[in-house]
């Protein structure tokens, strides 16, 4: 049975160690990156920079460690280049503020996973909503027979729909026959 951590019920904000369950990284998409007021749990407010990301997930904090890290990853300091990235975040340990504790650490790799392709477009499916690229595919592969982007998706079914419109009138003629 999984255990839970005290800060879940907590519900602050922002990502934080104790997320991730059993101390596993978690591969995400960064949607984007922008400065933010964030307030501390002591009131205080500070501008942070904060990652928001394409999965249904709280955004993270990002301090200059781990902006450092995604810099070199992807060979950019512009945080709009960032958009659209995959990167893995996991738990170390760290001295701060006269104690050890958990920090979350982008990972000094990128990702290595099987990202899966639109079979209509050859695009990469990305997350859509609280589904990752793979439930993505899986629910579109169910759906419409084969593993889809989100726009080839949407596509698919308003042609489906249209298809179906124009059936209903030929099939109500017949009726009256």
Known sequence: MAKTHWKKLTNPDYLGAYALDDGKDVILTI?????????????????C????????????????????TITKLFGTPYIEDWSGRRIQIGIEKV????DVVDALRVRKFIPAENVPKCESCGGE????????????????????GKALCAACATQL?????AAENAEQPQEEANADE
Do not use: W
């Open 31 to 47: 949607s984007y990156v922008r400065e933010e007021k964030v307030t501390g749990s002591d009131g205080k407010k500070d501008d």
């Open 49 to 68: 920079v904060v990652c928001h990301f394409s999965e249904r997930v709280k955004p993270m904090i990002l301090n200059s460690t781990n902006m450092k």
């Open 95 to 98: 001295k701060a503020f006269g």
């Open 125 to 144: 499916i990305q997350p859509r909503g609280n589904m990752d690229a793979a439930s993505m595919a899986k629910y579109t592969a169910q759906k419409y």
């Open 157 to 161: 079914a308003a042609q489906m729909k």
